[in-house]
């Protein structure tokens, strides 16, 4: 799934193409809106919030859209002939451009000041205005006997973070997956170290947490499944963290993050 740096980017990039221009065309392709119609709207500006995008509309009108595990948003000049198939859920065009979603999980049109009833649930976003590290910490906090690997994911503790920042964020720590938040000092540290990473990731493609942006290189532990620690030489290890059927990947070293 994407995570929050790669929302980001692609709130900049319908930013760019939608922003304050006139719809000529809309095409919602949900049962649910099949029927709406917001040409002759201007779009105001599109935000990250989290895992989620927020495009609002003139007329007091949000689309609301998640990427899930396998959506995106492709931006290509207006009037280009667009993939066939059921693929595409929602077209947003004007006369210069037009954002095409492709398998998004989540299509939503509901009132602006209504959004808090879809995003109102979430934690501080990493890379949002509102980032607030103390008040993840008493999120976090909230549940001291959860692990962290599962705390780290809870989209209403901390928004955007997903399972490639929470493996590298806590091998950076030196924190074992399933040790108990309660368990942990430093929670400020941490999460505030998952700010950094995500700011430095969000206006670049790719993850790179090592410092070194060559395709081998780029991360720590995510993708690195027993292949050697780049730190000590430990094959890194590869499981599944989260009860059935929400189970998510998780890679760690441990001998950099003992039990």
């Known amino acids: 799934m994407p ?14 193409a939608l922003d304050g221009r006139v719809l000529t065309r809309s095409d919602f392709r949900v049962p649910r809106h099949a029927t709406a ?7 105001i ?9 927020l495009t609002r509309v003139e007329g007091d009108l949000t689309v609301h859209t998640h ?16 993939a066939r198939g059921d693929q595409i859920r929602l077209i947003l065009a004007n006369q210069q451009w037009q954002a095409v979603g492709v398998r998004l999980g989540m299509v939503d049109l509901v009132r602006t000041g209504e959004e808090e009833r879809l995003v109102g649930h979430l934690g501080p976003d990493l890379l949002g205005p509102d980032w607030d590290p103390d008040e993840a910490v008493r ?22 973070i997903g399972t490639i920042y929470r493996a590298e964020t806590l091998f950076l720590r030196g924190i074992w997956p399933w040790k108990k938040v309660g368990e942990i000092e430093d929670l400020n540290g941490l999460v505030s170290l998952a700010q950094r990473l995500l700011d430095a990731n969000k206006s670049y493609a790719g993850t790179v947490t090592t410092g070194d942006r060559r395709p081998a290189n780029q991360t720590w532990v995510y993708g690195r499944a027993g292949r050697p620690c780049r730190r000590c030489g430990t094959r890194i290890s ?9 189970e998510r990947l ?9 039990s």
Do not use: F
């Open 238 to 246: 590869r499981g599944e963290m989260g009860a059935q059927p929400q």
């Open 37 to 43: 119609d917001l040409a002759g709207r201007a779009v």
């Open 139 to 160: 999120r976090l906090r909230g549940a001291p006997g959860r692990t962290i690997g599962e705390a780290l994911l809870d989209q209403r503790n901390l928004a955007g």
């Open 45 to 53: 500006t599109t935000l990250s919030r989290g895992k989620h995008l």
């Open 250 to 258: 998780i890679l760690w070293c441990a001998g950099c993050q003992p």
């Open 67 to 82: 990427l899930r595990m396998d959506g995106s948003w492709q931006v290509m000049q207006a009037g280009r002939r667009t």
């Open 3 to 16: 995570e929050g740096d790669a929302v980001y980017r692609t709130a900049t990039r319908l930013r760019g």
